[in-house]
């Protein structure tokens, strides 16, 4: 099963992880960076369609602008990355022109990707790149990103990308082999897990306790990210990509890293966006019998359902729902304001009408716009 999913696999985005394109003492890593094209081109000519989401500018840029150490405040890094990003891009240029492969560089923030205007565009470039047989090379845009419109880390930044290409393999090469039955440094017998058909609960807390559980690296935003592509179709694999030679091997079928299969897609792109990609602005908590409705009986959501609001959010925001336990069972795009739902949470359809005057949208979260995790 894992072998033919590995050889048959078309569309792949492969996240580079920062060690393996660039370090701190040397800057940007040629030799890497070029067996990394001649592998990818190689892929590329027997038929995958490939995108590459790669980290390296703020270390690449640390390098160039003679820091001591890696810095602190967010403008020092943010000029890095600027410095560091075009210098990455330069080396991935030279390396895939030896090779006959045309490369793009996207970069997006997580604003890009919570508009959905601006996905729906972005994936629209990518495939029109994809057609013409170019790679795109693509790093989050570090130089303008704070936190509120962060995604944060390139691990899940790859999750959201192999969202928006519809990708069917998410591939995260970084300095390790992958996951192991148990910490390899502690246990010399722990040995590496080939095939991991479900992400469990014990695997995710195991990855969360340690980062250093498989090596180096933090293996909780790869698990969390193989976790969120799952829910859209999408398989994972984590490979070590320092090892000449294991990129290709793998995909032909042979042994080396830990591959999580996907599950059934259960959501369309949009509500996959909305369970996944969204963040919420707020929370709704209602009462028994809305949640009966809208679990089970595929319902929208009315202010007469809603105990309590929580957050501060606008008309057309992401918020929770949660049960009276407080567990968020739900996720939607609200049609009303906090401000707004505080006054009429609780309220029929009637009295709402009696206290705002008529209005556009009788739900609160419109059933095509609400998904139940
Ligand atoms: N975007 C960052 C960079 O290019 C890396 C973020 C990450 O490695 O997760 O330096």
Redesign the pocket.
């Known amino acids: 099963m894992r072998d033919k999913l590995l050889k048959e696999t078309t569309r792949i985005v492969i996240k580079i992880?920062?060690s393996l394109v660039a370090s701190r003492d040397t800057g940007l890593r040629p030799e890497q960076i070029d067996r990394l094209a001649d592998e990818i081109a190689a892929l590329r000519s027997s038929g995958r369609e490939i995108l590459i989401v790669?980290?390296?500018?703020?270390?690449s840029g640390i390098k160039k602008l003679g820091l001591k150490e890696y810095p602190k405040s967010l403008p020092v890094k943010q000029a890095a990355?600027a410095v560091?990003?075009s210098r990455?891009m330069w080396a991935y240029e030279k390396s895939f022109e030896r090779v006959d492969v045309k490369v793009a560089q996207i970069l997006l923030t997580h604003q890009d990707l919570a508009d959905r205007r601006r996905f729906l565009n972005a994936r629209h470039t990518l495939t029109a790149l994809i057609g013409f047989g170019v790679i795109p090379i693509i790093?989050?845009n570090?130089t303008v990103a704070v936190d509120e419109i962060r995604v944060?880390?390139?691990?899940t930044?790859a999750a959201e990308v192999a969202h928006l290409v519809d990708a069917e393999l998410l591939i995260i090469l970084s300095d390790i082999d992958g996951l192991f039955t148990e910490d390899p440094r502690k246990n010399p017998t722990a040995t590496l897990i080939p095939l991991i058909p479900e992400i469990t609960q014990e695997i995710e807390e195991r990855a969360g306790v340690s980062t250093t559980f498989e090596g180096t690296g933090g293996m909780a935003?790869k698990i969390r990210a193989a976790k969120k592509v799952s829910e859209y179709g999408v398989a994972t694999l984590i490979l070590h990509g320092k090892k000449p030679g294991l990129l290709p091997q793998v995909l032909a079928g042979g042994p080396g890293g830990s591959l999580f299969l996907a599950k059934e897609r259960r959501f369309t792109s949009r509500k996959h966006w909305i369970a996944f990609t969204l963040r919420p602005r707020g929370t709704l908590t209602l009462d028994p019998g809305a949640v009966e409705a809208l679990a089970m009986r595929g319902k929208s959501l009315l202010a007469s359902g809603i105990l309590n609001v929580g957050g501060s959010f606008e008309s057309g925001d992401a918020v929770g729902c949660l049960d009276q336990e407080g567990r968020e069972f739900a996720k939607g795009l609200v049609n009303f304001s906090s401000d707004t739902l505080a006054r009429i949470k609780g309220l029929k359809t009637t009295e709402i009408q009696q206290q705002l005057g008529p209005q556009e949208y009788e739900e609160v979260i419109h059933r095509d716009n609400l998904v139940i995790l």
Do not use: P
């Open positions: 992880g920062s790669s980290s390296g500018a703020i270390v990355a560091g990003q990455l790093n989050e570090d944060g880390d390139n691990d930044l935003t």
